[in-house]
């Protein structure tokens, strides 16, 4: 598969999946032994990934969606920088709907392993959305005018 077209792929998963809420497009995509290092996945493949994604997001910010997403495909491997939005109208991170807006990025690495995405690992940026939820309070200046 050429780079473009596992590019392709890729964000037509994302779509289906976290636009449609289109459970299929994990069968679709993710490996049977898939194994993912974010502490929050409770397990490993399939069912595991669904759980979690069910669980976190379809539940906590349902209409959560990548505005920007760059990708790139280097032989085995995936890299997706991504700009997500949603509004938080269901339990998300233990903090009850608040309906305001979050907003987060994520970098993932994805092993590809016959041409699904066998391992994953993230960084996830979350402090906006951690302001926003109250998780942590923004810190005040120590500066004094004169």
């Not at 669980?55 to 969606?65: Q, S």
């Not at 987060?104 to 926003?132: C, M, N, P, Q």
Request: aromatic share 10%; charged share 25%; net charge neutral.
């Amino acid at each position: 598969m050429s780079f473009d077209e596992t590019r392709q792929r890729f964000l037509d998963f994302r779509r289906r999946l976290y636009e449609q809420h289109d459970l299929s497009a994990i069968d679709d995509i993710v490996h049977p032994h898939f194994t993912s290092h974010n502490p929050l996945v409770p397990g490993r493949g399939i069912a595991a990934y669904k759980a979690f994604v069910q669980g976190v997001f379809f539940r906590g910010v349902p209409d959560m969606r990548p505005v920007s997403q760059q990708v790139l495909v280097e032989g085995e491997r995936l890299m997706a920088m991504t700009n997500w939005q949603a509004t938080h109208t269901g339990t998300f991170l233990g903090v009850p709907p608040t309906g305001k807006a979050l907003h987060f990025k994520t970098a993932d690495l994805y092993l590809l392993r016959d041409g699904l995405l066998a391992e994953h690992w993230d960084i996830v940026d979350r402090l906006d959305a951690s302001l926003a939820l109250g998780l942590i309070k923004p810190a005040r200046s120590t500066e004094t005018n004169p």
